[in-house]
């Protein structure tokens, strides 16, 4: 559900930006009541985690589509939703500074519609009502698949505004919708799937975790070594080696402009704040589309072959490893930083 910049105007994804840089400045002030020496390598880790899992995209049956793990609903059960924010933030920039995954005009709607959704909205609303204390392995799988299925219903419909509200592509909102909704409540309950299986792990090996980030409650000098060896080892795995199982059917929001316009990719303005953002993407994407760069010319269409799969490819496995690597920098920097000034006020 990565938006680009082609479907966003400039005044969209300006107020979207400022919109989500003061949720972001408020999360940071409010992370910082729970957060301690445990907490910032778990929002590390986790990180690194979830940039893998979005490199999987799994095919939905009889559509031709396929989707990916959002992530939002494990980091906010794990983490809480404020530190959870952070995260997912640090995530979906890296995927757009250093693998051209997402616009950088659109950064400011991906991370709203990929972070305060699950967050704000399905976290507390839905999955902390349903999973009660957190005692019950069977609300908790209830709990977290209902909110997923919520959260990403509401960043589909999240897409689909802020792209007719830009008025720059041919998407219109009925046709968009009815395209839209549907296909992400398949990919939800996917997500739901994965979110129940990633805190079911960390369920039975440290329950406090998910008590304690339900009240915003330091974790203390509980001992998460467990839990940070095995997302750790997950995250190196997934985008080392499983991301080369990856569908390579379009993605749900590409899937759904096919249906609408007839183009899986719309072409951004050659000129403005689209031209100047797409040069400085191109300046960072070391690693676009998550493959090495490639000065070959592409072979014709007669000629191109069918492409296959597993994807077993180097390029794909340096991107997994140096993307959740990162990504994992970037989250427990911030999480130094913001603890820092904790400590010294």
């Not at 494990?74 to 920039?93: E, F, H």
Request: with cysteine; net charge neutral; hydrophobic share 50%.
């Amino acid at each position: 559900m990565h938006m680009a910049d082609a479907l966003l105007s400039p005044a969209v994804g300006g107020v979207m930006w400022a919109t989500t840089a003061a949720t972001i400045a408020f999360c940071a002030r409010k992370t910082q009541r729970d957060l301690d020496d445990r907490k910032v390598p778990l929002m590390g880790v986790l990180g690194a985690f979830i940039f893998a899992a979005q490199m999987i995209n799994f095919t939905i049956p009889a559509t031709g589509s396929s989707g990916h793990l959002g992530g939002g609903m494990i980091l906010a059960i794990l983490l809480g939703p404020y530190a959870a924010l952070l995260v997912i933030a640090s995530v979906l920039t890296v995927q757009a500074l250093f693998f051209a995954d997402g616009g950088l005009l659109a950064l400011g709607c991906n991370i709203f519609n990929l972070g305060v959704f699950p967050c704000f909205i399905a976290y507390p609303l839905i999955y902390k009502p349903v999973a009660g204390d957190g005692s019950s392995p069977k609300r908790l799988a209830f709990g977290a698949t209902l909110a997923a299925i919520v959260s990403l219903q509401l960043g589909a419909l999240g897409v689909v505004l802020e792209t007719v509200a830009s008025g720059i592509s041919a998407l219109p909102l009925g046709d968009f919708l009815a395209a839209m909704l549907p296909i992400h409540f398949a990919i939800g309950l996917v997500e739901g799937l994965v979110t129940t299986a990633v805190i079911s792990f960390v369920w039975k090996a440290r329950p406090e975790i998910l008590a304690y980030s339900a009240v915003s409650r330091p974790l203390g000098n509980l001992s998460i070594a467990k839990v940070l060896v095995g997302l750790g080892l997950a995250a190196i795995v997934t985008g080392g080696a499983l991301s080369w199982f990856a569908s390579s059917f379009p993605d749900g929001l590409e899937w759904s402009m096919a249906k609408t316009s007839g183009q899986e990719e719309l072409e951004a303005p050659h000129q403005g704040i689209h031209h100047l953002l797409a040069g400085i993407q191109e300046k960072t994407a070391f690693l676009p589309d998550y493959a090495f760069q490639s000065n070959e010319p592409q072979a014709s269409a007669p000629e191109a072959s069918a492409p296959s799969w597993p994807a077993v490819d180097a390029g794909t496995t340096t991107s997994g490893l140096v993307g959740g690597g990162l990504t994992l920098f970037l989250a427990v920097a911030v999480g130094f930083l913001l603890r820092r000034r904790t400590q010294f006020r």
